[in-house]
């Protein structure tokens, strides 16, 4: 008799976020998610900081406009005490100062403040699958600064990707989830995330940012 599946482990997240009502919000999205675990929901920098020195959890949901403490400060902190942490940065600032800043910190994802709960816990899901959510007009900000960075002149090399890997890349670089992404591809999420980490495997990247960073820089997107 075959013996039955353990359940999940679900995923530990650690919500910082100073504005009540958004804590309130962020809070009651991850407990309706069963395989999502709140360890703690704290409003400043020096409470996360503190909770990082006792516990790590899976993802640290983090607002970078923190009254004590930078948020990019505490990005920095993750990286270097938790690295298999992932920060998800959910915040007001859409410009190119704090969204490069975040990303080149270590955040995996970035959102903007007027994304929907459903969407907190599908992104954080989907930040454990290997995928970096980032918000549609984040997203278009991000390629734009590559393409304005990336070498001129270059043969892109495009034997690295096959063209379904490259649509996908395209597809997941808008900020869409892997569950749409297969929808529109009409393949199931579980492949999306195969052809993902055979991306990675590919480009020897580790998020969806630096996949596409890096398709962008040998001229595949």
Request: glycine share 6%; with cysteine.
């Amino acid at each position: 008799m075959a013996l039955p599946h353990p359940p999940p482990v679900p995923t530990s997240v650690l919500i910082v976020e100073d504005e009540p009502e958004l804590l309130h919000r962020f809070s009651a999205a991850l407990l309706a998610e069963e395989r999502l675990h709140l360890i703690a929901a704290v409003s400043n920098g020096a409470d996360a900081l503190a909770v990082l020195a006792s516990t790590t959890p899976d993802v640290v949901l983090l607002d970078l406009g923190l009254p004590d403490v930078d948020g990019i400060v505490v990005i920095r902190h993750v990286m270097r005490h938790c690295p298999d942490c992932d920060v998800l940065v959910v915040t007001m600032f859409g410009d190119d100062e704090h969204v490069f800043a975040a990303l080149e910190a270590g955040a995996t994802g970035y959102l903007l403040k007027d994304v929907g709960p459903e969407r907190i816990a599908a992104s954080i899901h989907e930040l454990r699958g290997g995928g970096a959510p980032i918000s549609p007009s984040i997203a278009r900000r991000v390629l734009a600064r590559m393409r304005a960075t990336a070498p001129a002149g270059e043969a892109a090399p495009a034997t690295i990707l096959t063209p379904r890997e490259i649509e996908l890349l395209k597809l997941t670089a808008k900020g869409l989830s892997f569950d749409k992404v297969g929808e529109l591809l009409g393949i199931s999420p579980h492949t999306v995330v195969a052809h993902v980490k055979k991306i990675y495997r590919k480009l020897a990247v580790h998020s969806r940012t630096e996949a596409v960073y890096e398709a962008t820089q040998l001229g595949l997107l």
